[in-house]
């Protein structure tokens, strides 16, 4: 998997002096492949090679991250101007949360690890702001309008797959999840007919219709369109094993199923609603029509982890200084939640205990 972003949206996250072909160099030597750099205009894009147990960097802020813990190694300055993780989240969320309900109901806990929808009234459709519509064409993907373009270009930034809906075209104003019977038949986005094989993660509505393949591509008959005034901004994270069976069986492949199939940290799930809703207001003209949905189990909490600093050198085959240790840790977003023991700084002792960032 590959992905590409452009150095001056890597720059609204990061402060550096590195040049891009210096971001390339250093960041290929320690961490990321960046395989690429090519200048389009008065940017440069980025092509990065991600492999399949490092989904948590394919991301403009991904990126940033490493930058910040790789390029200080070779005496480049690289410090996070703003991490839009830890910015976002629900009590962002301000509005009229009472005129557009939704009825969402999941049938199988397995298939999403969490589900979040709002909707968002009165959107005007047009073409997207000037920055976004660049970025997004150097990226690979064509801009469509401010509503879709807004869904693309939050995966590229914070790493998670969206899907926006027009919520007059979803009957009843209900949304249920669930497996797919064998033989079903979806019209994707692409005006494309799917045979579902069972099964899969699909979404009907009131009238049964199936309006999503979810994971992989929307329906046609709830889509975004020039008419469309009040959209369902969706957000989940999603059985990475159902994703990457229903892709094989159907021949169906595209960027969002490529990140849902390496699986991904519902953590990001609320950050990205809620960065949404702020890009749809700004540029959509649009409005909070209802409350927030978010159905999620299984709420994961931080990963900690008790780590030796020796182990650090026999994996990896250096001796590396306790300091660096911390410092590497530090710019990769971990946590350290005590000493070792009470009274012990993190150096003065053995072990580390560590939290895990959701990024």
Same mark, same amino acid.
């Given at each position: ?151 693309? %270009? ?22 249920? !999840? ?69 892709? !094989? ?33 700004? %540029? ?76």
């Amino acid at each position: 998997m590959n992905i590409k972003i452009t150095h001056n949206w890597l720059l609204d996250y990061l402060d550096t002096d590195a040049t891009p072909d210096q971001i390339r160099e250093y960041l290929s030597l320690c961490g990321p492949s960046v395989e690429n750099v090519e200048k389009v205009g008065d940017d440069y894009v980025f092509d990065i090679e991600v492999i399949s147990n490092r989904i948590d960097y394919a991301s403009v802020i991904g990126m940033a991250q490493e930058a910040q813990a790789i390029l200080p190694m070779f005496g480049k300055k690289a410090k996070f101007r703003e991490n839009s993780l830890e910015k976002y989240n629900f009590k962002n969320i301000v509005g009229n949360k009472n005129l557009c309900s939704l009825q969402v109901k999941i049938i199988n806990p397995t298939l999403c690890s969490r589900f979040t929808a709002i909707v968002i009234e009165n959107v005007r459709i047009g073409p997207s702001p000037k920055f976004i519509s660049e970025r997004l064409v150097a990226c690979g993907i064509k801009s469509i309008n401010n509503v879709v373009d807004t869904s693309n %270009y939050l995966m590229l930034a914070l790493g998670q797959p969206v899907h926006t809906f027009d919520y007059d075209q979803i009957k009843g104003a209900t949304m249920i !999840m669930r497996e797919s019977k064998k033989g079903e038949k979806i019209i994707t986005l692409d005006k494309k007919e799917v045979t579902l094989p069972g099964g899969d993660i699909v979404m009907e509505d009131g009238s049964g219709r199936l309006i999503d393949l979810c994971g992989i591509m929307g329906g046609l008959n709830s889509s975004i369109n020039e008419k469309t005034k009040n959209v369902v901004v969706f957000v989940q994270t999603y059985d990475k094993v159902r994703i990457r069976r229903t892709t !094989m069986a159907t021949g169906v492949r595209t960027i969002a199923s490529t990140f849902f199939e390496k699986g991904l940290d519902p953590e990001r799930v609320e950050p990205t609603l809620v960065y949404g809703v702020e890009l749809l207001e700004k %540029y959509a003209q649009g409005k909070i029509a209802s409350k927030i949905y978010d159905i999620y189990p299984k709420k994961q909490g931080k990963k900690l982890l008790v780590m030796s600093y020796g182990l650090f050198g026999k994996k990896i085959g250096i001796e590396i200084p306790k300091k660096k240790i911390v410092s590497i840790l530090t710019n990769l977003g971990f946590g350290f939640s005590d000493g070792p023991k009470q009274g012990q700084t993190l150096l003065e002792g053995l072990t580390l205990q560590v939290s895990v960032p959701s990024w």
